[in-house]
């Protein structure tokens, strides 16, 4: 009897195993962005922030591990393996800028966060708000018109992070001292690969739809 349970969840697809695991990741996703733009906002210690932001990323590594073990044992899946990698990759990539973005910042000894590191921080978290939807979509690929939605939307926001940086680089050469532009730049640089990032998951889910559709 023990084997013929084995064999049965070894063949039917473990869809639940898998959208359960991505959104509990968009999830982590999310609340690290919060977490970020709390901290860029001073509403709360900018320390204590970045503790939150680190253990919020080790458990996403902890997801993610998850995802690859139930990827390497299980025969047939709901999504294509490479998806299903490429997603969870992607997911764990925006976290780990959010927490080097973090990171430097307190590394760097910023105490005062200007309008820019500000403004990134929205985007970033207007951007995962919208991916967490689209992740939740995927259980049903084949009639989500969230999924195409979601894309649009946080290619339109990584266009204005572009700008955003580009405004800002301009602004750091107009009288600070350079060691203080480096290091702006650096972290300017760091917040907006991870709305690159946010754009590289976007579209991994509209391969999905259009795959599954």
């Given at each position: 009897m023990r084997l013929t349970v084995g064999i049965k969840e070894w063949l039917i697809p473990q869809d639940k195993v898998f959208f359960d695991l991505f959104e509990r990741l968009a999830h982590i996703v999310v609340k690290s962005a919060?977490?970020?733009?709390?901290?860029?906002?001073?509403?709360?210690?900018?320390?204590?922030?970045?503790?939150?932001?680190?253990?919020?990323?080790?458990?996403g590594d902890m997801i993610t591990h998850e995802i690859y073990e139930n990827l390497n044992r299980t025969f047939i899946t709901p999504l294509d393996p490479l998806e299903?990698?490429?997603?969870?990759?992607?997911?764990?990539?925006?976290?780990d800028y959010i927490d080097d973005s973090a990171e430097k910042m307190i590394n760097y000894g910023v105490v005062e966060f200007d309008c820019y590191m500000q403004d990134f921080a929205q985007l970033i978290r207007l951007s995962v708000v919208q991916l967490e939807c689209g992740v939740a979509s995927i259980r049903n690929s084949k009639n989500s018109p969230g999924l195409d939605s979601c894309g649009i939307e946080v290619n339109r926001l990584e266009n204005l992070a572009d700008d955003l940086l580009s405004r800002g680089i301009q602004q750091l050469f107009k009288g600070l001292d350079a060691i203080m532009i480096i290091k702006l730049k650096d972290i300017y640089e760091c917040l907006e690969t991870a709305t690159d990032k946010c754009e590289d998951v976007a579209n991994v889910l509209s391969d999905i739809s259009i795959r599954h559709s």
């Open positions: 919060e977490e970020l733009e709390q901290m860029v906002n001073n509403k709360t210690d900018r320390v204590t922030a970045y503790k939150r932001i680190k253990d919020l990323e080790h458990q299903i990698s490429r997603l969870a990759t992607a997911l764990d990539d925006i976290l």
